[in-house]
Protein backbone atom coordinates (compact mmCIF):
# COMPACT_ATOMS: atom_id res chain seq x y z
CA UNK A 1 0.00 0.00 0.00
CA UNK A 2 1.29 3.40 -0.75
CA UNK A 3 1.63 6.16 2.02
CA UNK A 4 0.37 9.53 0.35
CA UNK A 5 0.65 12.66 1.70
CA UNK A 6 -0.96 15.73 1.39
CA UNK A 7 -1.13 19.29 2.39
CA UNK A 8 -2.76 21.29 3.97
CA UNK A 9 -4.92 19.04 5.13
CA UNK A 10 -7.54 22.59 5.36
CA UNK A 11 -7.31 26.18 3.82
CA UNK A 12 -8.94 29.51 3.83
CA UNK A 13 -7.83 31.42 1.41
CA UNK A 14 -9.32 34.82 -0.54
CA UNK A 15 -10.09 35.19 -3.84
CA UNK A 16 -7.14 35.86 -6.64
CA UNK A 17 -4.89 34.07 -4.05
CA UNK A 18 -2.21 31.62 -5.42
CA UNK A 19 -1.88 28.37 -4.05
CA UNK A 20 -0.63 24.85 -4.55
CA UNK A 21 -1.99 21.81 -2.79
CA UNK A 22 1.01 19.08 -2.18
CA UNK A 23 0.68 15.77 -2.82
CA UNK A 24 3.72 13.21 -2.08
CA UNK A 25 3.78 10.14 -2.05
CA UNK A 26 6.86 6.99 -0.70
CA UNK A 27 6.28 3.76 -2.85
CA UNK A 28 7.61 5.01 -6.01
CA UNK A 29 4.29 4.63 -8.38
CA UNK A 30 4.71 5.88 -11.35
CA UNK A 31 0.67 6.82 -11.87
CA UNK A 32 -0.98 9.93 -9.77
CA UNK A 33 -4.53 11.15 -10.36
CA UNK A 34 -6.10 14.32 -8.73
CA UNK A 35 -9.74 14.23 -8.32
CA UNK A 36 -12.03 16.51 -6.69
CA UNK A 37 -14.85 16.06 -4.89
CA UNK A 38 -18.56 17.84 -3.51
CA UNK A 39 -20.69 16.64 -0.91
CA UNK A 40 -23.18 14.01 -2.57
CA UNK A 41 -21.15 14.00 -5.78
CA UNK A 42 -18.76 11.43 -6.94
CA UNK A 43 -15.07 12.01 -7.37
CA UNK A 44 -14.22 13.83 -10.94
CA UNK A 45 -10.79 13.22 -12.17
CA UNK A 46 -9.10 16.59 -13.02
CA UNK A 47 -5.63 15.95 -13.68
CA UNK A 48 -3.65 12.87 -14.11
CA UNK A 49 0.12 11.32 -14.74
CA UNK A 50 1.32 8.00 -15.67
CA UNK A 51 5.27 8.93 -14.73
CA UNK A 52 7.44 11.81 -14.93
CA UNK A 53 7.10 14.73 -16.98
CA UNK A 54 3.30 13.12 -18.12
CA UNK A 55 1.06 15.34 -17.24
CA UNK A 56 -2.93 14.59 -18.87
CA UNK A 57 -6.25 16.72 -17.90
CA UNK A 58 -8.84 14.30 -16.70
CA UNK A 59 -12.91 15.05 -17.62
CA UNK A 60 -13.48 17.75 -14.84
CA UNK A 61 -12.69 20.90 -16.80
CA UNK A 62 -9.98 22.79 -13.77
CA UNK A 63 -8.37 25.82 -14.05
CA UNK A 64 -5.41 24.12 -11.63
CA UNK A 65 -2.76 22.83 -13.05
CA UNK A 66 -0.09 20.21 -12.13
CA UNK A 67 3.74 19.36 -12.59
CA UNK A 68 5.37 15.98 -12.39
CA UNK A 69 9.23 16.73 -11.94
CA UNK A 70 9.72 14.16 -9.29
CA UNK A 71 7.87 10.71 -9.70
CA UNK A 72 7.35 11.31 -5.71
CA UNK A 73 5.41 14.67 -5.73
CA UNK A 74 2.54 15.85 -7.67
CA UNK A 75 1.32 19.36 -6.75
CA UNK A 76 -1.40 21.22 -7.66
CA UNK A 77 -1.58 25.01 -8.25
CA UNK A 78 -4.39 27.20 -8.78
CA UNK A 79 -3.09 30.67 -10.05
CA UNK A 80 -5.98 32.52 -8.75
CA UNK A 81 -8.58 30.85 -6.61
CA UNK A 82 -12.06 31.69 -6.55
CA UNK A 83 -15.32 30.80 -4.51
CA UNK A 84 -16.22 28.28 -7.35
CA UNK A 85 -12.69 26.35 -6.50
CA UNK A 86 -14.49 25.60 -2.89
CA UNK A 87 -14.38 21.90 -2.85
CA UNK A 88 -12.27 18.84 -1.32
CA UNK A 89 -8.99 17.95 -3.78
CA UNK A 90 -7.77 14.43 -3.20
CA UNK A 91 -4.72 13.00 -4.58
CA UNK A 92 -4.27 9.19 -5.19
CA UNK A 93 -1.98 6.79 -6.62
CA UNK A 94 -2.00 3.49 -8.24
CA UNK A 95 0.35 0.36 -8.88
CA UNK A 96 -2.63 -1.58 -10.86
CA UNK A 97 -6.38 -1.00 -10.61
CA UNK A 98 -6.58 -0.16 -6.66
CA UNK A 99 -6.08 3.61 -5.90
CA UNK A 100 -4.97 4.72 -2.64
CA UNK A 101 -5.80 7.98 -1.83
CA UNK A 102 -4.47 10.98 0.93
CA UNK A 103 -5.79 12.67 3.43
CA UNK A 104 -7.37 15.20 1.11
CA UNK A 105 -7.37 19.11 0.95
CA UNK A 106 -10.28 20.97 2.24
CA UNK A 107 -10.64 24.16 0.05
CA UNK A 108 -12.29 27.03 1.10
CA UNK A 109 -12.13 30.29 -1.29
CA UNK A 110 -13.60 33.27 0.29
CA UNK B 1 -22.97 10.82 -18.96
CA UNK B 2 -22.13 8.64 -15.56
CA UNK B 3 -21.10 4.89 -16.39
CA UNK B 4 -21.23 4.20 -12.71
CA UNK B 5 -24.48 4.50 -10.51
CA UNK B 6 -25.50 4.49 -6.93
CA UNK B 7 -29.38 5.72 -6.55
CA UNK B 8 -29.52 5.44 -2.97
CA UNK B 9 -28.06 8.63 -1.47
CA UNK B 10 -28.65 7.34 2.33
CA UNK B 11 -29.07 3.99 4.15
CA UNK B 12 -30.25 3.91 7.22
CA UNK B 13 -29.59 0.81 9.35
CA UNK B 14 -29.95 -0.83 12.83
CA UNK B 15 -26.66 -2.58 14.89
CA UNK B 16 -26.24 -5.91 14.14
CA UNK B 17 -28.76 -5.94 10.77
CA UNK B 18 -27.40 -6.51 7.40
CA UNK B 19 -26.34 -3.29 5.20
CA UNK B 20 -27.16 -3.81 1.30
CA UNK B 21 -25.36 -0.97 -0.92
CA UNK B 22 -26.05 -1.06 -4.48
CA UNK B 23 -24.31 0.08 -7.63
CA UNK B 24 -25.34 -0.10 -11.21
CA UNK B 25 -23.13 0.66 -14.34
CA UNK B 26 -23.50 0.74 -17.82
CA UNK B 27 -20.39 0.16 -19.37
CA UNK B 28 -20.27 -3.68 -20.41
CA UNK B 29 -16.17 -3.47 -20.73
CA UNK B 30 -15.34 -2.84 -17.04
CA UNK B 31 -13.75 -6.01 -15.50
CA UNK B 32 -13.14 -5.14 -12.19
CA UNK B 33 -15.23 -3.27 -9.36
CA UNK B 34 -14.13 -1.26 -6.23
CA UNK B 35 -15.56 0.06 -3.34
CA UNK B 36 -14.03 2.60 -1.03
CA UNK B 37 -15.34 4.14 2.05
CA UNK B 38 -15.06 7.38 2.51
CA UNK B 39 -15.25 9.50 6.30
CA UNK B 40 -16.19 13.37 5.60
CA UNK B 41 -12.97 15.46 5.00
CA UNK B 42 -11.05 12.19 4.75
CA UNK B 43 -9.49 11.09 1.60
CA UNK B 44 -11.62 7.33 0.28
CA UNK B 45 -10.21 4.34 2.01
CA UNK B 46 -10.26 1.04 -0.48
CA UNK B 47 -12.67 -1.58 1.08
CA UNK B 48 -13.05 -4.60 -1.12
CA UNK B 49 -13.20 -5.28 -4.78
CA UNK B 50 -14.05 -8.14 -7.36
CA UNK B 51 -12.93 -8.99 -11.02
CA UNK B 52 -15.64 -9.70 -13.27
CA UNK B 53 -14.94 -13.14 -13.55
CA UNK B 54 -15.86 -13.54 -10.46
CA UNK B 55 -19.63 -13.65 -8.90
CA UNK B 56 -18.76 -12.81 -5.07
CA UNK B 57 -16.11 -11.68 -2.99
CA UNK B 58 -15.79 -12.15 0.74
CA UNK B 59 -13.31 -10.06 2.85
CA UNK B 60 -14.92 -10.26 6.90
CA UNK B 61 -17.93 -9.05 7.59
CA UNK B 62 -17.72 -7.81 3.90
CA UNK B 63 -19.07 -9.24 0.95
CA UNK B 64 -19.56 -7.78 -2.90
CA UNK B 65 -21.80 -9.75 -5.42
CA UNK B 66 -22.00 -9.01 -8.62
CA UNK B 67 -24.54 -9.79 -11.24
CA UNK B 68 -23.11 -9.40 -14.72
CA UNK B 69 -26.31 -9.65 -16.93
CA UNK B 70 -27.97 -7.07 -14.88
CA UNK B 71 -24.95 -5.00 -14.35
CA UNK B 72 -25.15 -4.57 -10.95
CA UNK B 73 -23.29 -5.23 -7.93
CA UNK B 74 -24.15 -4.92 -3.92
CA UNK B 75 -22.25 -4.61 -1.19
CA UNK B 76 -23.23 -6.50 2.22
CA UNK B 77 -22.30 -5.63 5.51
CA UNK B 78 -23.04 -8.49 7.86
CA UNK B 79 -23.17 -7.25 11.13
CA UNK B 80 -23.25 -3.65 10.69
CA UNK B 81 -21.29 -1.29 13.24
CA UNK B 82 -21.62 2.17 14.47
CA UNK B 83 -18.38 2.38 13.19
CA UNK B 84 -19.44 1.65 9.41
CA UNK B 85 -21.17 4.53 9.22
CA UNK B 86 -19.74 6.67 6.26
CA UNK B 87 -20.47 7.22 2.33
CA UNK B 88 -19.64 4.34 0.37
CA UNK B 89 -18.62 4.60 -3.44
CA UNK B 90 -18.17 2.29 -6.32
CA UNK B 91 -16.10 2.38 -8.83
CA UNK B 92 -14.64 0.76 -12.07
CA UNK B 93 -11.04 1.47 -13.85
CA UNK B 94 -11.64 3.19 -16.90
CA UNK B 95 -11.28 1.84 -20.47
CA UNK B 96 -7.69 3.32 -20.78
CA UNK B 97 -5.83 3.76 -18.24
CA UNK B 98 -6.23 3.21 -14.36
CA UNK B 99 -8.15 6.32 -13.47
CA UNK B 100 -11.15 5.34 -11.84
CA UNK B 101 -15.05 6.28 -12.19
CA UNK B 102 -16.77 6.62 -9.25
CA UNK B 103 -20.90 6.54 -8.40
CA UNK B 104 -21.89 9.39 -6.62
CA UNK B 105 -22.51 7.29 -2.75
CA UNK B 106 -24.37 6.03 -0.56
CA UNK B 107 -24.16 7.66 3.02
CA UNK B 108 -24.41 4.39 5.61
CA UNK B 109 -25.61 5.57 8.56
CA UNK B 110 -25.89 2.35 11.33
CA UNK B 111 -27.85 3.43 14.48
CA UNK B 112 -27.14 1.64 18.16
Known amino acids: EADIYQTPRYLVIGTGKKITLECSQTMGHDKMYWYQQDPGMELHLIHY???????EKGDLSSESTVSRIRTEHFPLTLESARPSHTSQYLC?????????FGQGTRLTVV | DQQVKQNSPSLSVQEGRISILNCDYTNSMFDYFLWYKKYPAEGPTFLISISSIKDKNEDGRFTVFLNKSAKHLSLHIVPSQPGDSAVYFCAAPRDSGYALNFGKGTSLLVTP
Open chain 1, 92 to 100: AVSLNTEAF
Open chain 1, 49 to 55: SYGVNST
